[in-house]
């Protein structure tokens, strides 16, 4: 049965007459569907294949490949799991790439589906990532057959450029308003400030003499009470110093007790933050609520989420403010997309997770998603040194705090393999090594 017989068969066919819309009229739908019948062979996958490169130190980028029956058409997507990056490698090569070879490259939806079945256990960080790859790229490949930036395909743009924040930090509160004032002259509205890194010398107490011995010369330690007492004289000082004219976003990275952290959120707020920033483990999102019923501080959260079993209630509950999931641990901009729209009916606003260990496609797939949902918020951006940007030419660029994609068709990205190759991945497996109390205890993130 052809296109044309199956639109008679389903009733299509006669909707379409009584609206004068059948082909061999003289209208859009009726060429369109005239060029379906012309019996064009389906656009095949041939190849999903990773490709790993650091052109940033330390960080391990994947972005997978997904070549196609036409020649020279292909689509990149970010599969950077910078802590796994060899086991991403392996679930595309063995798994992925022969699940796809011979498929409808534009099945978006139904290859995002099986493929995300296809392993019948799912959500995982590994397999996420890998699907993320599959799932980026196809819609690049998408953009690139409709000659299109893949935000026009999702309705087009909502605003000009991408509102974004940078990161100030210091080793102390001079060196850290030093920061924040570069960053404004650079145009910035939105910043945000950390003291030390997390788990420094200036937010922790010192280990006692015998955790030195517990586990790694390496590791880092901390206790709550500096941190929370640092964090509010440092929202004291910069707010103190730059007024009310900057937007200032904070982020616990889940480090503290729970409880300490409702304490820290109430006393932030009078400060007016923008958002302040998982405040809590994913396993311990049940005191979201708890959070909810005595502050008002606005709140971002879902970095480490996988699982829609993690943000349905969160948003549907109105118990956060800003979802701020990293789109290739979800399983891609398929997921991201549809959860933005279960966002918006919640007043949820995205806040999609920027950091380095995200690829230029994968953030440029960011940046298309900010351009077209209306419940857009903030966006968490990075600059690229120039190693980056000779291997991922076209990757988006940040001008006056704003982010702009790069309007070619698709994301706009493309990949130098050649270049790429140049920089192999650091030797070390990058761990994600233990933050650990005075005692010794390991802190979850
Ligand atoms: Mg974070």
């Known amino acids: 049965m052809n296109r044309r017989d199956m639109l008679k068969s389903t009733g299509w066919g006669t ?12 209208n859009a739908l009726a060429q369109t569907i005239d060029q379906v019948n012309k019996g064009q062979p389906p656009l095949k996958i041939t190849r999903v294949r990773p490709i790993l490169t650091a052109p940033q130190s330390r960080i391990r980028l994947v972005v997978v490949k997904v070549e196609t029956s036409e020649p020279g058409l292909y689509g990149l997507g970010c599969a950077t799991f910078n802590q796994r990056p060899l086991a991403v490698k392996t679930a595309v090569e063995e798994y992925l790439d022969p699940f796809c070879r011979g498929r409808h490259a534009d099945q978006i939806e139904d290859l995002w589906q099986t493929a995300y079945t296809s392993s019948y256990w ?7 990532n890998a699907l993320c790859g599959l799932d980026q790229a196809l819609w690049d490949i998408l953009g690139k057959r409709a000659n299109m930036p893949v935000y026009q ?3 087009g743009k909502c605003r000009f450029a991408v509102d974004c924040y940078a990161h100030a930090s210091g080793k102390d509160l001079s060196a ?5 004032r570069k960053h404004r002259e650079n145009g910035f509205r939105h910043i945000r400030i950390q003291v030390g890194g997390y788990g420094s010398p200036h937010l922790s107490s010192k280990p006692d003499p015998e955790a030195e011995e517990f586990g790694k010369p390496v590791e880092s330690h901390m206790d709550s009470r500096p941190y929370v007492l640092a964090t509010l004289k440092m929202f004291e ?3 103190d110093r730059f007024g009310e004219e900057i937007e200032l976003l904070h982020d616990i990275h889940e480090r503290i007790e729970p409880i300490e952290a409702i304490r820290l959120c109430k006393e932030l707020e009078r400060f007016r933050p923008f958002f302040i920033e998982d405040p809590f483990a994913p396993e311990a999102i049940g005191y979201f609520r708890m959070l909810r019923q005595q502050c008002g501080a606005p709140i971002a959260m879902g970095e480490l989420f996988n699982s ?3 943000w349905t209630g969160l948003i549907t509950e109105r118990l956060i403010d800003f979802i701020r999931v990293h789109i290739s641990q979800i399983g891609g901009f398929t997921v991201a997309r549809k959860l933005a729209a279960l966002a918006e009916w919640f007043q949820v606003r995205t806040a999609w997770h920027g950091p380095g260990d995200v690829s230029p496609v994968g953030h440029a797939a960011n940046a298309h998603l900010d351009l077209a949902v209306h419940n857009f918020g903030i966006q968490e951006a990075v600059q690229f ?8 030419p076209g990757a988006p660029t940040i001008k006056n705090g704003y982010l ?5 068709p698709g994301w706009g990205v493309d990949l130098n393999e050649d270049l790429a190759k140049k920089y192999p991945l650091p030797d070390n497996p990058g761990y994600w090594l233990p933050t650990r109390r005075r005692d010794g205890t390991a802190v979850r993130p």
């Open 15 to 26: 909707a379409a007459a009584f609206l004068g819309w059948m082909p061999g009229k003289n």
């Open 122 to 128: 799912r959500n995982g960080p590994v397999l996420n």
């Open 153 to 155: 395909l999702l309705g």
């Open 176 to 180: 850290l308003e030093d920061s924040v």
């Open 237 to 239: 000082r910069i707010r």
């Open 308 to 310: 829609p079993h993690e």
């Open 385 to 392: 040194n120039e190693a980056i940007r000779e291997v991922f």
């Open 404 to 408: 702009h994609v790069n309007e070619a």
